[in-house]
């Protein structure tokens, strides 16, 4: 409802009161807008849900120097499978963030890339890994290069 309302504000050139042909066009047809806006808004949690079951939530790491690989242990949240993934050091890379918001709090992301492309997503502070006690050799660990080894 509120993407809505909000849809023609932001497409509306100047202030808020200048209407402009799109919001027009968006004002005069509100069945096949609010069918675009809803379709937009349904696909976004589809395509979050698909994202979710096809990468899983991580609950183990494991860095195995020997073999210079890294071992992630998986679990598909819809369908409880366990998948192992594994990853060459030489093509990984880490993006840490600090975030802090007034929603959400203090938040400690870490999105592990493997060939540049995001394949792990964890939110330290959200999430279980929060009560993990080795959580800041891990976060200390990465931070320090590790697939530079």
Same mark, same amino acid.
């Given at each position: 409802m509120a993407s809505w309302i909000a849809f023609p504000l932001f497409v509306s050139n100047?202030?808020?009161?200048?209407?402009?042909?799109?919001?027009?066009?968006l004002f005069e047809n509100p069945l096949w807008s609010s069918l675009i806006i809803s379709i937009g808004v349904i696909t976004w949690f589809i395509y979050r849900t698909r994202k979710k079951y096809k990468f899983g939530e991580v609950f183990k790491i494991e860095f195995n120097d020997s073999e210079r690989k =890294?071992?992630? +242990?998986?679990?598909?949240?819809? @369908? &409880?499978?366990?998948?192992?993934?594994?990853?060459?050091?030489?093509?990984?890379?880490?993006?840490?963030q600090n975030k802090e918001d007034s929603l959400f709090g203090k938040q400690r992301i870490l999105k592990i890339n493997n060939y540049g492309r995001t394949v792990h997503e964890i939110n330290?502070?959200?999430?279980?890994?929060?009560?993990?006690?080795?959580?800041?050799? =891990?976060?200390? +660990?990465?931070?320090?290069?590790? @697939? &530079?080894?």
């Amino acid at each position: 409802m509120a993407s809505w309302i909000a849809f023609p504000l932001f497409v509306s050139n100047g202030r808020p009161t200048r209407v402009n042909t799109t919001a027009e066009l968006l004002f005069e047809n509100p069945l096949w807008s609010s069918l675009i806006i809803s379709i937009g808004v349904i696909t976004w949690f589809i395509y979050r849900t698909r994202k979710k079951y096809k990468f899983g939530e991580v609950f183990k790491i494991e860095f195995n120097d020997s073999e210079r690989k =890294l071992e992630i +242990k998986t679990i598909n949240l819809a @369908n &409880n499978k366990e998948k192992d993934n594994h990853y060459d050091y030489k093509n990984l890379s880490y993006d840490f963030q600090n975030k802090e918001d007034s929603l959400f709090g203090k938040q400690r992301i870490l999105k592990i890339n493997n060939y540049g492309r995001t394949v792990h997503e964890i939110n330290f502070d959200r999430t279980a890994w929060c009560r993990n006690e080795r959580i800041d050799k =891990l976060i200390e +660990k990465i931070k320090t290069g590790h @697939n &530079n080894v």
